[in-house]
């Protein structure tokens, strides 16, 4: 019973996504649906951004608690809406929709949609971003790809994050880097730290670059 | 509708948790159901706590895909039997009971259910446990507590893990103490390092003493 709702509730979910999705193209944003595991480091890679980018960055972040992660974001120059989800372990595609009827948000720009620090849920629920984008930091170990497919299959680009700490963790990017283009050889793997802000150009083209490819 | 299952399945689960919860004290086990997210290093400290426990150690390791855990705990030592929950977020009741049925468990020992890495769900499936313990790494951020409050809310024991990072990171452990606090002010909070092994002779007797007032 609990799978075949499941299902009935991913279709729902899949119908209002392609509606986000609409919205996204007639006004010309390009949008990330940002996951990872809690404390990867994505509010901090959206803040090294949002220095590039200012205003033109808008980021709907999902938290089970707090508005802490908007705050910041707002503090870095984003523009920024948190989602409470109270309880709830990752964002849907109608949690989003609502949000867009209230976050004024420029045409022709960037939207991350932050989900909710969670590396299994937020997986299969479309948002009706144009890229999932998967952030895994250095400090929690090289085997995640492997551990959870179903993020690194669905994921067109993975950042690797605090790469500063690298010296004193035990984490082989060459790994991990494989073990994701068996799962997805598409895959771009970025290699960023917040700290030493390395990685952010490379990473800031290849979003350029899609942005371009979407017309 | 969606709630309305979610408090039947919880319902359905609890009478199974019970049923382990007898289970387990009829044979003299102390049980904890250990949670944090990805990567915190949950399946090191078993492995340094195998150094001294060997085979009286039980894990029952769960992960949405791979057996990668429960070999490493056995080479450490350990006894231990894995769960793959082939895309389920957190284990449940009814999983750990049916690995009870083949585990081959010691009495009067100790059985950690490793669960699967997320701070949301796993947080309100109760297996049957005497204590839930929190993992949080250094690397994750001091925030957790307030973001995650379902998890540090029930949590007996928080075992602050990954110390030896701290002085590469950005992290106030009195903040991240005195925010566990607030959500529970019975809490137990522990430092550890599966590298430096700081911590464990305290985390050790901790589980000592609670075995005791079982009786």
Not at 37 to 66: C, F, N, R, W, Y
Not at 175 to 194: E, G
Request: proline residues 3%; hydrophobic residues 40%; charged residues 20%.
């Amino acid at each position: 019973m609990e799978q075949k709702l499941d299902i009935q509730i991913q279709s729902i979910n899949d119908e209002v996504a392609y509606q986000n999705r609409q919205y996204f193209d007639q006004i010309g944003l390009l949008v990330l649906n940002m996951i990872s595991s809690p404390g990867s480091g994505k509010t901090s890679i959206l803040e090294v951004m949002a220095q590039t980018l200012g205003k033109k960055l808008h980021v709907i972040t999902g938290d089970v608690q707090t508005d802490l992660d908007a705050e910041r974001l707002v503090k870095a120059g984003a523009k920024a809406f948190q989602i409470q989800t109270g309880g709830s372990c990752h964002l849907t595609a109608s949690m989003v929709q609502k949000a867009l009827r209230v976050f004024d948000i420029e045409p022709n720009s960037l939207l991350v949609i932050e989900n909710i620090g969670n590396l299994v849920c937020p997986s299969t629920y479309n948002l009706g971003e144009h890229i999932k984008i998967a952030v895994v930091s250095t400090a929690e170990g090289d085997e995640k790809p492997i551990k959870y497919p179903a993020l690194f299959t669905r994921a067109q680009a993975v950042l690797v994050n605090k790469i500063d700490l690298l010296p004193y963790v035990a984490f082989n990017i060459d790994r991990l880097a494989s073990d994701c283009y068996k799962l997805n050889n598409k895959v771009r793997i970025f290699k960023t730290s917040c700290v030493t802000k390395e990685g952010f150009g490379e990473w800031m083209d290849f979003l350029y670059q899609v942005k371009k490819s979407l017309g």
